[in-house]
């Protein structure tokens, strides 16, 4: 599966952002799909993921409560809404189909999208 994100941008703290990420090819829902994030000089970070169907999601602990993962199969999306942002939340996002439900390791990942700035100012 090739995915795309899209969405970022500059918000200020306190401020909403909504990411989207279209997936290509007929096996979108066999997929658990993930939010990561990369500050600079940072690893590679897990922020959410959503079922197959869309039923069950978790997040890192940081995000629960701020940001809300969905997925519209239909439509071959995923979406991360995210709410309250914080300068720490400043990072570039990444879609990702990932290989197993509950994983929060990017190597868990079958593919990648390219990658969407958000920054957040204080």
């Known amino acids: 599966v090739q995915l795309q994100a899209s969405g970022g941008g500059l918000v200020q703290t306190g401020g909403s952002l909504g990411l989207s990420c279209a997936a290509s090819?007929?096996?979108?829902?066999?997929?658990?799909m993930g939010w990561f994030r990369q500050a600079p000089g940072k690893e590679r970070e897990f922020v959410a993921a959503?079922?197959?169907?869309?039923?069950?999601?978790y997040y890192e602990d940081s995000v629960k409560g701020r940001f809300t993962v969905s997925r519209d199969n239909a439509k071959n999306t995923v979406y991360l809404q995210m709410n309250s942002l914080k300068p720490e939340d400043t990072a570039v996002y990444y879609c990702?189909?990932?290989?197993?439900?509950?994983?929060?390791?990017?190597?868990?990942?079958?593919?990648w999208g390219q990658g969407t700035q958000v920054t957040v100012s204080s």
């Open positions: 990702a189909a990932l290989t197993a439900w509950g994983t929060q390791k990017p190597a868990d990942s079958a593919s």
């Open positions: 090819g007929r096996t979108f829902s066999s997929y658990v």
């Open positions: 959503i079922s197959w169907r869309g039923t069950n999601t």
